[in-house]
């Protein structure tokens, strides 16, 4: 975002925005206007550390569980956003966000509960899918392994 704010000072480039009735209010956006020192270890903070964290989380929660569960949190916050502001802010939430707030809380509940069965199937020994057949044994794959790799070769 910094880099095409930037891009917005280049002359050439803010004369071509300009001449386009809706890009007119992007030319030459102020990057550090009313922006004091004391606030940049503040700035430093929200941008870099918090958002550092975030993605360390993120990726400490797919090694402990699959990708599908880590990304429900990314997708709960759009709900949890709008609770904590009228929580913390005041704010009033609007039927309509509230109708939101539902539908992506229960299309995180349904994405959990058929995670969770899945890898409860998995655990009982169970195909994932059982919709799937199974139509070649083990035997035949470890034929099929050897067949493309000729350097195989039987430690029996």
């Known amino acids: 975002m910094f880099v095409i704010v930037m891009l917005t000072h280049v002359p050439a480039i803010g004369r ?47 090694e402990t569980s699959d990708v599908s569960t880590a990304s429900l949190v990314f997708f709960i916050k759009p709900a949890l956003a709008p609770i904590l502001a009228a929580l913390i802010l005041g704010e009033t939430i609007t039927v309509p966000t509230i109708v939101g707030i539902v539908i992506i809380l229960l299309g995180s509940v349904v994405t959990f509960m058929g995670n969770r069965s899945k890898s409860v199937r998995s655990e009982m020994g169970k195909p994932v899918y059982p919709e ?25």
């Not at 799937?132 to 029996?156: A, C």
């Open 132 to 156: 799937k057949e199974q139509s070649e044994t083990d035997d035949s794959l470890v034929d099929k392994v050897k067949g493309l790799n000729s350097n195989f070769e039987d430690e029996d």
């Open 16 to 62: 071509a925005m300009g001449q386009v009735s809706f890009l007119k209010q992007f030319v030459n956006i102020p990057v550090i206007h009313n922006i004091s020192w004391q606030y940049v270890p503040l700035l430093f903070f929200i941008g870099v550390c918090v958002t550092g964290g975030g993605f360390a989380f993120y990726f400490l929660a797919m």
